[in-house]
């Protein structure tokens, strides 16, 4: 089963490139997120989506952008790469109402 | 803004204390609580709470959520060095947003 899956593992950008992480659940599920987490914080939300077709930002969406074109993808873009997107983030995936999110095994990101 | 509140922040036990986690939260049209186990890599489940009063338990893991009070505490009996990790509180909203807000979490080190 590969479940949440997202690429790159690493990745390391100069300051003002744009770049793409992408994130793909192969499990049908409807709902999914992308979160951010700074080091020894917890996990802030960027954008959600409820269903192909459909965004909505979270806590901290400035400087990102998404689209949810198919139900399995759901990718994130950095336009102008900044010092403070430096982080680990990572996607999740739940299929109905009252059940779990599960994750992907994370992005770290470093912009220099 | 929905918001998600974990105390405390930081905890050090020796092997074999207990020790009770606690999660706060304030959000518009609660659905679940969640909690989380993240040790290097992403977050693995490990209770979803929706009904007042009613323990989840796993070996030596329990929870329980106080829909009154608006917090939920996550207990960990006998600690072993294997239960340390960042334990997240996530709140699922209902009612078309479906967002799920993370606390900071709590780190927990359990010295031998």
């Known amino acids: 089963n590969a479940g949440v899956t997202q690429t790159p593992k690493f990745r390391i950008l100069k300051i003002g490139q744009s770049m793409t992480l992408q994130c793909t659940q192969d499990?049908?599920?409807?709902?999914m997120y992308w979160y951010r987490q700074d080091p020894g914080m917890g996990l802030k939300l960027i954008y959600y989506?409820?269903?192909?077709?459909?965004?909505d930002k979270g806590e901290v969406p400035n400087g990102y952008n998404v689209s949810r074109s198919t139900t399995e993808d759901f990718p994130l873009r950095l336009e102008l790469a900044a010092p403070s997107q430096t982080s680990v983030y990572f996607c999740?995936?739940?299929?109905?109402?009252?059940?779990?999110?599960?994750f992907g095994q994370g992005t770290r990101l470093t912009v220099v | 803004e929905d918001k998600v509140v974990q105390s405390p922040l930081s905890l050090v036990v020796h092997e074999g204390d207990t020790v009770t986690l606690n999660c706060s939260y304030e959000v518009t049209n609660f659905r679940s609580l969640l909690w989380y186990k993240q040790e290097k890599k992403a977050p693995t489940f490990l209770f979803m709470l929706?009904?007042?009063?009613i323990e989840k338990k796993s070996g030596r893991l329990s929870s329980i959520l106080d829909k009154k009070e608006l917090f939920s505490i996550l207990n960990i009996t006998a600690t072993q060095t294997g239960d340390s990790a960042i334990y997240l509180c996530?709140?699922?909203?209902?009612?078309?947003?479906?967002?799920?807000?993370f606390g900071k979490g709590t780190k927990l080190t359990v010295n031998p």
């Open positions: 996530a709140v699922q909203n209902q009612g078309g947003s479906e967002k799920l807000v």
């Open positions: 499990m049908n599920h409807n709902y």
């Open positions: 999740a995936s739940r299929g109905h109402m009252n059940t779990e999110a599960f």
């Open positions: 929706t009904s007042s009063g």
């Open positions: 989506s409820v269903g192909a077709g459909i965004t």
